[in-house]
Structures are given as structure tokens and as C-alpha cells.
């Protein structure tokens, strides 16, 4: 059962244009959402996240939508640079000090100079 | 800063051997939680620790165990191996805030 799914599973843009990636969960206990970024053979480096309240969150070139009523989060990247090309995994949790991270599948971005 | 220590970064076993994978956690993170990443796939959760306790357990096989230590870092141990154990291990860690930090990762590699 994929609580948290990213439908899309690769995504190219050009540099200098908007990516947006897309996320959809099931859980509707869930109401913090992170997302994270990946290389290959390294640790999911933390990028944005978004409480429940809250239904957008900008840090940079990166923001974080929510729709709560959809149960459905995005992530735009504006404007995209080749250093972002990396896999995006969206994960979910339930607030609290042992509640687990629930990962989506992942959508690799390549940014085409 | 300092972030989530795992080691060893690269670990080769045969099958039918034993592995153990350590996981420092950011000082003041009480909580651990490791995931296996096979080839091609999302981060699957295998268990968690809050406070020394087992707080949470996923698709984690009878053949691993794991424990969080007195010092809150903590050890997955992994015994008959076998080849599908080949992966990326991750260990991440919270210290009742909600973002989770990773560390590098472990290639477990069994041949």
C-alpha cells in the first residue's frame, strides 16, 4: 500500500524554467511533509518541508505547495540550474518524536543546460 | 554542524555472512530509523528506535535485528545474508522535531 506516490517517475526541464513535481498521499493522518533530494550512493539530503497549517512554504528557488482537501503537494523549482538534476523523493509523517518517514517513489529531474 | 554517521560506507559480504551497520545519530536525536534502498526503488522503512525502545518496525526480515544504544547511536545487525540483501542502507535520525536528517548511507554489497 504507496501512501505517498509520485505518479511521475522522470522529468526534464530547461535551465532557467520552472520544475514542479508532484506528490499525492492516502494517509490522512499525515500532516508534515518533507521533501528531499538524492544523489545516487548518498543520503536523502533534507531540501523543504510543510506543516498542515500551512499551505505553502518558499525557501530560495524552493517552494512547497499543499493541498490538504486534494492531499496533494508540489514542489516548484524556480528557475532550474543543471545542479539540481537529481531524484526528488516527497515523504510524509505524523508529528511526534518516533513517528517514521513514509517516502514516495522518487521523480528523477535532469535540467538540460 | 555535525550530521547522522553511518559506517562503514561500503561493506562486502558473502552469502550466509553476518553484517552490522553502525548509525550516529546529530547530538540531542533520540530517535533512529533505518531504511533499505535496493536498486531502482523508493527508501523502504525497516525499524525505528525512540529513547533505546523499538518504537516502529516495517519490512524488516527475521534475519536482521537492530538496537539503539545507551548512546542513542544505534547497530542494525544482518545475519545470512543473502544476494537480494544487496542495497543501500540508510539511517536517519530526529530529535522530536519533524524533519528527519540522513546519513550517507551504507552499500551493502553481498556476493
Redesign the interface.
Known amino acids: 500500500d504507496q501512501q505517498v506516490k509520485q505518479n511521475s517517475p522522470s522529468l526534464s526541464v530547461q535551465e532557467g524554467r520552472i520544475s514542479i513535481l508532484n506528490c499525492d498521499y492516502t494517509n490522512s493522518m499525515f500532516d508534515?511533509f518533507?521533501w528531499?533530494k538524492k544523489y545516487p550512493?548518498?543520503?536523502?539530503?533534507?531540501l523543504i518541508?510543510i506543516?498542515s497549517i500551512k499551505d505553502k512554504n518558499e525557501d530560495g528557488r524552493f517552494t512547497v505547495f499543499l493541498n490538504k482537501s486534494a492531499k496533494h503537494l508540489s514542489l516548484h523549482i524556480v528557475p532550474s540550474q543543471p545542479g539540481d538534476s537529481a531524484v526528488y523523493?516527497c515523504?510524509a509523517?505524523v508529528?511526534g518524536?518516533?513517528?517514521?518517514?513514509?517516502?514516495?517513489?522518487?521523480t528523477k529531474l535532469q535540467v538540460i543546460p | 554542524a555535525a550530521g547522522?554517521i553511518?559506517s562503514p560506507r561500503h561493506l562486502i559480504k558473502e552469502k550466509r555472512e553476518t553484517a552490522t551497520l553502525k548509525c550516529y545519530p546529530i547530538p540531542r536525536h533520540?530517535?533512529v530509523?533505518w531504511?533499505q534502498q535496493g536498486p531502482g526503488q523508493?527508501?523502504q522503512?525497516l525499524i525505528?528506535f525512540?529513547e533505546k525502545m523499538q518504537?516502529?518496525k516495517?519490512s524488516i526480515p527475521d534475519r536482521f535485528s537492530a538496537q539503539q544504544f545507551s548512546d542513542y547511536h544505534s547497530e542494525l545487525n544482518m545475519s545470512s545474508l543473502e544476494l537480494g540483501d544487496s542495497a543501500?542502507y540508510?539511517c536517519?535520525t530526529?530529535g522530536?522535531n519533524?524533519?528527519?536528517?540522513?546519513?550517507?548511507?551504507t552499500?551493502l554489497t553481498v556476493v
Open positions: 508534515y518533507l528531499y550512493a548518498e543520503g536523502p539530503t533534507f518541508s506543516s523523493f515523504a509523517r508529528s518524536g518516533y513517528q517514521k518517514v513514509t517516502f514516495g517513489t522518487g | 547522522v553511518q533520540d530517535t530509523y531504511y523508493d527508501p522503512f525505528s525512540y518504537s516502529d516495517g543501500l540508510f536517519a530526529t522530536g519533524t524533519e528527519a536528517f540522513f546519513g550517507q548511507g552499500r
